[in-house]
């Protein structure tokens, strides 16, 4: 099996042969061009586009559902909204109501379980030897504890929402005169 391309006959001027560096010239682009094109330029910009685009999702962000109607000011509208969902005003009512005891009940509940890991490996890591593996077991936990505390952060953010009926940003629910610990 012959590992290089066919060749072109030389041109016979006067019955030379070519030269020595132009056959290896030949050889070397044969050699040299296998690797290149198994590189995958194409895969890689296409993957590079693929990647573009879910960030562009991302950091788009969820959309909201277009049944919850705002005012102008931010405000949730409680009669319109309670007519895209198809409720009386009494019903979104009380579906406000019984969501935000669901929010009261999640923020509490996330809060003590935050509190309580972090406790249990406050507690593990003043017991445990001094070593590189069991110092990265530790800080590897610490992400459970934190989320723990970002879900009861969120449960009372949306329970603030609902109390006051606004759709406001952490940042504003951070900002707040209000109470801050749901209700």
Not at 40 to 60: H, P
Not at 148 to 164: C, D, E, V
Request: glycine share 10%; charged share 20%.
């Amino acid at each position: 099996m012959d590992l290089y391309p066919p060749q072109k006959p030389a041109k016979k001027e006067g019955g030379s042969k070519p030269s020595f560096f132009r056959r290896n010239w030949r050889r070397a682009r044969f050699v040299a061009g296998g690797p290149i094109a198994t590189i995958g330029l194409q895969e890689i910009s296409g993957g590079a586009k693929l990647i573009d685009t879910l960030f562009g999702v991302v950091r788009g962000g969820p959309q909201a559902d277009g049944r919850l109607k705002t005012n102008a000011d931010g405000t949730i509208d409680l009669i319109a909204t309670a007519f895209c969902f198809g409720v009386s005003v009494e019903e979104m009512v009380q579906r406000v109501r019984a969501r935000r005891e669901q929010t009261v009940r999640a923020a509490y509940t996330m809060f003590g379980l935050g509190c309580l890991s972090l406790l249990l490996w406050l507690y593990g890591v003043l017991q445990i030897r001094m070593n590189s593996g069991r110092i990265l077991s530790a800080v590897e936990f610490l992400p459970f504890c934190v989320l723990f505390f970002l879900l009861a952060f969120k449960s009372g953010w949306m329970n603030w929402q609902l109390r006051t009926l606004r759709m406001g940003s952490a940042i504003a629910y951070l900002q707040t005169t209000e109470p801050f610990l749901p209700q």
